[in-house]
């Protein structure tokens, strides 16, 4: 039986008074908590600032060339991934067109290669033999990061993950680790300074450094990855929020686009609805803020709408870095090159050192790990016939506008440069150049200071340690990557799903 297509995304023209749900944020949080309500049958608004969904997942497009934003690969779409599972419950299995990577990447060493493989074993057997007087302690370390991720896959979604009685017998990794590092469990077992770089490098991808990074956040992070599938939107990373606002609309949901809320209505401790830019009142039986977090407490709500140990505590927390990311477009035939899609590129195998180097502003070419992605060496519909693109990020602190104000081309001309030594001639072929600085990320999804996990994913504000996602006030929830599991893609569609499953169950 052939499906009926999903119609157009549009932004709706007219505003019912009253919903069961209004989702404040159309990223990937907020677009999987409101498909689940509007598939039930709930009548769903969600209203997004920007012109498009999907936050950090959203692509752009200058001169035939299209870039993603600040995503440019998935984890966790096969089936049963926290994404794959998502899709297949809306009905949605099979409309996303992914593309399969592997190898995942290439990272890059001073005399050192390592290809990222996308299979979980092939990857565990390409370390023991790279370095077999460490099979035993690769086998303690994966052993450890294994045991987290299946106790992550099977924990029921509920919002207080971590208070039912027995929990810490039946989930007995994700409660001894909770507060250890991926360095501390490196230094354990492990020896080899390379190999714990290997590792430890793609904590590039979590926003901290080894010494600060959770365990829990790698092993969703790196797992989802390996096991879980890695995946690459044929045409953008649009598609996915994209496909997920053109089922709400199929499900009769409300989207409104370019509009932002500017307060929370409350009736005591109650939500009972919101106010948008303009001064139309909405009701709801439910809010979620998929959005930033300091702004939904500290101005969408009265300023005596907390009390005063929830503000300390959220003015006590720290956002994760940013990225400063340089968008290009080629007339080099970089896939006559023998170049990865991705390529993780880091100046020397102290992982440590070049994340608090980068931390502190500076750009020092002997402390530094840049990743290089070509989505067009998987995907040739992303460029005019020929061409390609070449995306560098840069994990970075917010540092304010002054900064990059006076800093953005010196540094975009710098990473330009340092790519330039794995792509040859780069600089000669430039036809685009697009710069976003952490500024750029804040502007466009109002997080703070461009956060782009949240808040910093170290043990002491992972998981359950975040803001829990029911509010003190009756009626509103958080979504996304300032509640738990925490940042990343796929933890976030988790957190919607997560609120939509309480949602819904307040309502059985």
């Given at each position: ?139 303690e ?8 991720f ?41 020896q080899?300074?390379r190999l ?65 809320v ?22 709801a ?52 090159m ?9 100046s ?10 980068q ?73 685009v ?40 006030i ?35």
């Amino acid at each position: 039986m052939n499906k009926a297509p999903l119609p157009p995304i549009r932004s709706s023209s007219s505003l019912s008074g009253c919903y069961d749900g209004v989702v404040i944020g159309a990223g990937m949080a907020g677009l999987s908590c409101a498909a689940l309500l509007a598939e039930e049958g709930l009548k769903v608004l969600v209203v997004e600032q920007h012109r498009k969904p999907g936050g950090y997942c959203t692509s752009f497009q200058r001169a035939g060339f299209t870039f993603d934003v600040a995503i440019n690969s998935l984890s966790s779409c096969n089936r049963q991934g926290w994404i794959g599972s998502l899709l297949r419950r809306l009905g949605l299995e099979g409309e996303a067109d992914l593309i399969p990577l592997d190898p995942i990447k290439e990272l890059v060493f001073p005399g050192f290669r390592f290809s990222l493989p996308g299979s979980y074993q092939e990857y565990l057997g390409r370390l023991k033999e790279g370095f077999p007087a460490e099979a035993k302690g690769i086998e303690e370390v994966f052993g450890t990061l294994e045991g987290i991720f299946e106790e992550l896959k099977r924990m029921p979604l509920r919002l207080e993950m971590d208070s039912r009685k027995g929990f810490g017998e039946n989930f007995p990794h994700f409660t001894r680790y909770r507060s250890m590092t991926l360095a501390e469990l490196l230094d354990r077992h492990l020896q080899d300074h390379r190999l714990k770089a290997i590792i430890s490098g793609q904590c590039m991808y979590t926003g901290v450094s080894p010494a600060r990074a959770s365990l829990i956040c790698v092993s969703s992070m790196l797992l989802g990855y390996l096991k879980d599938g890695s995946y690459q939107a044929r045409g953008g990373v649009q598609a996915l929020p994209d496909l997920l606002a053109r089922r709400l609309l199929s499900r009769g949901a409300h989207l409104l686009f370019s509009r932002q809320v500017e307060r929370i209505a409350t009736s005591g401790e109650r939500a009972v609805g919101v106010r948008l830019e303009g001064g139309q009142q909405v009701g709801a039986g439910a809010v979620v803020s998929a959005m930033d977090a300091r702004r939904t407490f500290f101005q969408l709500l009265p300023e005596d709408g907390i009390t005063a140990n929830l503000r300390r505590r959220i003015q006590a927390m720290r956002p994760s870095s940013s990225y400063f990311m340089v968008f290009l477009g080629l007339d080099l035939p970089l896939h006559r090159m023998d170049l990865c899609h991705h390529i993780d590129y880091f100046s020397s195998f102290d992982i440590e050192s070049i994340f608090q180097t980068q931390m502190t502003g500076e750009l020092k070419e002997e402390a530094i790990s840049l990743g290089m992605v070509i989505p067009t060496l998987m995907d040739p519909s992303l460029a005019p016939p020929g061409k390609h693109i070449l995306t560098l990020s840069l994990l970075s602190p917010y540092r304010g506008k002054d900064l990059w104000a006076a800093r953005r081309e010196q540094v975009a001309d710098r990473l330009i440069g340092i790519a330039e030594g794995l792509v040859p001639q780069l600089s000669r072929h430039i036809q685009v150049k697009e710069i976003s600085t952490p500024l750029t990320l804040e502007r466009y999804t109002s997080n703070f200071e461009g956060a782009a996990y949240g808040w910093e994913q170290s043990p002491d504000q992972s998981g359950p340690r975040r803001l829990p996602p029911r509010t003190p006030i009756q009626n509103l929830y958080l979504a996304g990557h300032w509640t738990y599991p925490g940042g990343g893609v796929a933890s976030v569609t988790v957190s919607g799903r997560m609120v939509a499953e309480e949602i819904l169950q307040g309502r059985a």
